[in-house]
């Protein structure tokens, strides 16, 4: 692919790949969630940003009162590796008790980052509570956390694009690709 970034290694999925995988998200959470009354539908900043845009117009529930909010987290900072410590810079706007929802990521990775907020929004009592993930680097897992929506499993490479950064970087891309090693390692 010639327009690939000259920072990106490979290309991972490409928008079209993404788009058919979200396009196939979406008819299911619209399955899934028929007859629901309320559904919040919750996009973890910043990562989420492009796959919750993407996801919620695959999502058809007229029936339903939708509602978007979001959520700002980090646990990485400028590193490659997850530090455990969850920070959350930005909570959400509404409550979510008795309503069903759906946390939105981009990517688990050690699985710290979503267990953690799981816990925490169970504390909220919604009346159901899941996940739709992007991406999953199954090696990397060191807790168990369920996922019921799932992009792709990814092998252990640093990956960029489509909302995932490096140090801030490379979230415009519109495909998910592998970062050059001379990137980040020095
Ligand atoms: C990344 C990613 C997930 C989390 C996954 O976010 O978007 O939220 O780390 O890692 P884990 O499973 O090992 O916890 P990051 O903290 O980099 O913030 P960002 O979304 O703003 O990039
Ligand atoms: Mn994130
Ligand atoms: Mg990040």
Not at 91 to 115: Q, R
Not at 157 to 178: K, M, N, S, T
């Amino acid at each position: 692919n010639t327009n690939l970034h000259p920072n990106v290694k490979t290309l991972l999925f490409s928008e079209n790949e993404i788009k058919e995988r979200v396009q196939q998200i979406g008819r299911e959470i619209t399955k899934d969630y028929q007859g629901s009354k309320e559904l919040v539908l919750i996009g973890i900043l910043k990562g989420s940003f492009m796959f919750m845009s993407d996801l919620v117009r695959a999502i058809d529930l007229p029936d339903t009162l939708v509602t978007l909010d979001f959520m700002s987290i980090s646990s990485y900072g400028a590193s490659t590796t997850s530090s455990g410590v969850v920070k959350i810079n930005m909570d959400l706007k509404e409550a979510i008790e008795g309503k069903d929802v759906i946390v939105v990521e981009d990517i688990v990775d050690s699985g710290l980052t979503l267990k953690h907020l799981l816990e925490l929004l169970q504390s909220r009592k919604p009346k159901s509570l899941a996940t739709s993930v992007l991406l999953r680097k199954k090696e990397g897992l060191k807790v168990e956390v369920p996922v019921k929506y799932i992009g792709f499993d990814i092998p252990m490479v640093f990956i960029i694009g489509y909302g995932l950064d490096f140090a801030e970087r490379y979230r415009e891309l519109p495909y998910l690709g592998e970062l050059k090693e001379e990137c980040y390692k020095h």
